[in-house]
C-alpha cells in the first residue's frame, strides 16, 4: 500500500467508526423519555425570563488568541526539533512568521481584546 491509500484508509475509518458508534448507541440504549430528564437545570432553579442570554464577544477573542497560538506551536513544533538541521532560508522564513504572530499580538494588546473586563 502506498501513503495514499493508507491515509484514505484511516479517512474511511474516522468517518466510519463515530457513525457505528452513534448508531449503536441508538439500537442498543433505552430510550425512557421523563420530564424530569427535560427540564433545565442549572444551579438547582428553573430560568426566569428570557433563557436566551447572549455571551459577550470578549469571550470569542479569546478563543481565537487561543486559537492562533495553538496552530503556531503547530508549527513551531517540528521547526525546533530539526532546528540544527535546517539552512538559513528556514530559519529566517520561521522568524519571520514569528514576527507576524507578535505583531499581531501587539496589536491585540494595543486595542485592548486582551483585556478581560472592559
Not at 46 to 57: A, H, K, P, S, Y
Not at 58 to 81: K, N
Request: hydrophobic share 55%; net charge negative; proline share 4%.
Amino acid at each position: 500500500m502506498n501513503n495514499y491509500s493508507v491515509i484514505a484508509v484511516f479517512l474511511i475509518l474516522a468517518i466510519f467508526f463515530p457513525i457505528m458508534v452513534l448508531m449503536m448507541n441508538r439500537i442498543i440504549a433505552p430510550h425512557k423519555p421523563n420530564p424530569e430528564k427535560s427540564s433545565t437545570y442549572e444551579c438547582g432553579l428553573d430560568t426566569q425570563g428570557e433563557t436566551l442570554v447572549q455571551f459577550r464577544t470578549s469571550y470569542f477573542l479569546y478563543a481565537l488568541a487561543y486559537l492562533l497560538f495553538g496552530v503556531e506551536a503547530v508549527f513551531l513544533y517540528p521547526w525546533a526539533l530539526q532546528f540544527s538541521s535546517l539552512g538559513l532560508l528556514a530559519h529566517s522564513m520561521m522568524f519571520i512568521f514569528i514576527l507576524v504572530l507578535v505583531i499581531g499580538l501587539a496589536y491585540d494588546w494595543k486595542e485592548g481584546a486582551l483585556e478581560w473586563d472592559k
